[in-house]
């Protein structure tokens, strides 16, 4: 399938989990392969449009018609997008039903909708906000391209979209994703300003490790 190929590298060099699919009990009560978009994918040229009606119809995701399709943020949730060695010190602190996403090289992490807004307040809260770091959110009016559902209809590219941990259908995904009231809280989803900072410093160290790499100038 698309999402181990995606992933044998990744897995290989970090501790992020394979993709998986949800379990048998995790979806709606009563819930049918009706749902299974492999079923509602027909002829060539179908697939982007069961991968649509999955994430309409069966997430009550907002989506913008592809090739590829994309899901809107800034609606039910937005989207903070890190490199994978942050991706990966972020899973370890996040809700497991919180959705998580890899697309290449690039981790994108479901948080809350309005995050985005409170992102460059964050940083500067947490004294990142003069430094340059590989972290930046989508919110309202953005998009990620839509991770292949799970199972997929067909197999992708390589590097493409995939799901580590894939929303599951008859789950509402507000209350799994960190928001800043739930910083400093007891239970819930863990809270923005915790996660703000994890993936700010593992964002940082990967830009000495690049700075340390690179050989010296001499004038």
Known sequence: MASTAATASLSAALPLPLPRRPLPDEGAEGATD???PACA??????????????????????TAAGPPVRLLTG????????????GAAALRRLDPACPVALHGDRVRLLVAAGAAEELP???????????????????????????????????????????????????EVESSLPAVPA??????????????ETVATECHRIRLRRTAAQPLAFS
Not at 78 to 86: E, K, N, S
Not at 144 to 163: D, N
């Open 75 to 86: 609606l039910r949730f937005d989207v903070l997008d890190v490199p994978r060695a942050a």
């Open 121 to 171: 307040g964050l940083l500067e809260w947490l004294e990142w906000g003069s430094l340059p770091l590989d972290l930046r959110a989508l919110g309202a009016g953005g998009g990620i391209t839509a991770p292949l559902p799970v199972p997929a209809p067909a197999a992708g590219a390589q590097g493409a979209a995939v799901w580590l941990r894939p929303p599951v259908p008859g789950r």
């Open 41 to 62: 994918a027909g002829p060539a040229g179908s697939a982007d449009e069961a991968v649509r009606r999955w994430y309409e119809d069966e997430l009550g995701w907002a």
């Open 183 to 196: 910083w400093g809280g007891g239970g819930g989803a863990p809270g923005l300003v915790r996660l703000v």
């Open 34 to 36: 009706t749902a299974d």
